[in-house]
């Protein structure tokens, strides 16, 4: 594989540095969300996989049921709303429940790609909601996969899937109809068959049958409204809620049908936090000349900052986003952000330059906006992103038949 482009580390006396050091690194290789899959399809005689949570034990059958935007947080905040998933915190139901981190940036596509392909950012190189394309200078949104750009030239690797079904594994993807032919599909959860369905009971009920198709099996499926309200009245709305106790009601429905010798495993690919309307909390990038000056590009989202410079401009632009945002944010070069881990242990040479030149990541209730560029984004109540608890925290919970 390419090796790592990171830099060592030679400043321990800087201040900056350890500011930067500060930032609650994703636990890649030992409880991330990229874990996860490795190792359960470790456990199925999958070759060439690590089993790097160990505190999984190997199941014949594995189920992985991720909910888009529900954090550890948020489900610990409202019991009575998931009383089924809040019962699996203990193991009253035979089930037990811990929180993994998922990686940095907390947004979908990269979790997606995380858990897909069982690797980092780093290496994946999907490192954020959107991201400067080397080859062509142009951002890329790597959720709608706007411009296009060649999945597999984008994200060379197989995925986890793939890696099971060529074992022999029964393989399974059981999701909404729309995401069948989506590049992030194709090169972050590819492999063995995709079965299209609308709703959230039907997808729970293929799963289960799916499962008991192999004798070894591995099935997926993926329920994304908790985050669409989540982004559109915020974490702890009514229709939020609402949304929580649906899936609640879906996960039980899986549960109770699992077939003998399975594994399911309830999980996210982020958290998520309400940012107020005010101008302390939302800094318009596209309204503040000093955080404009010398940048070139604006990628990322809100929480987690992609800042591509002017060439001969960067440091001039680190120096400022520190001055003005260092209270709020992590500030960070590329090169720091890398040798802090943030993307995980190695960056593949192809990814290195989708990085920004500044990466910034809020530890404050705060986001920047850009209201002239990002409409849609900028007027989101939810945001997610960055390496806070709140954001970076998703369940674990396990459930064995």
Known sequence: MPQSTAQPAIWPDDPVRLAVDTAPVPEYGTGSLADLLP????????????????????????CVFLIDGLGWEQIKNHPDEAPYLTSLLGTSRGG????????????????????????PPGAHGLPGYTARNPDTGELMNQLRWKPWTQPRVWQPYPTVFQLADEAGVHTAQVSSPTFEHTPLTKIALSGGS???????????DLAAEQLAMGDR??????????????????????????QLMYVDRLAQRLAEQLPPRTALYVTADHGMIDIPFDEQS???FDEDWELRAGVALLGGEGRARHVYAVPGAESDVLAVWREVLGEQFWVASRDEAIAAGWF?????ERVYG???DVVAAAHDDVVITASVNEPHESAMVGMHGSM????????????RS
């Open 194 to 204: 995709f079965l299209g369905r609308l709703t959230g009971e039907e997808r729970m």
């Open 96 to 119: 037990t429940g811990r929180p993994i981190t998922v990686g940095f940036p907390a947004t979908t596509a990269t979790s997606l790609a995380s858990i897909g392909t069982g690797l």
């Open 344 to 348: 995980g242990a190695r960056v593949d």
């Open 282 to 284: 939302r800094i318009d």
């Open 217 to 242: 099996s591995l099935v997926y499926t993926y329920y994304s409204e908790v985050d669409g309200k989540g982004h559109r009245f915020g974490v702890d709305s009514d229709a939020w809620r609402g």
């Open 388 to 399: 806070t608890p709140v954001e970076q925290l998703v369940p674990l919970f396990e459930v």
């Open 39 to 62: 190792t359960l399809a470790a456990g199925q005689g999958v070759p060439g996989l690590a089993h790097s949570i160990p505190e999984l034990t190997p199941a014949d059958r594995n």
């Open 354 to 356: 989708r990085i920004g």
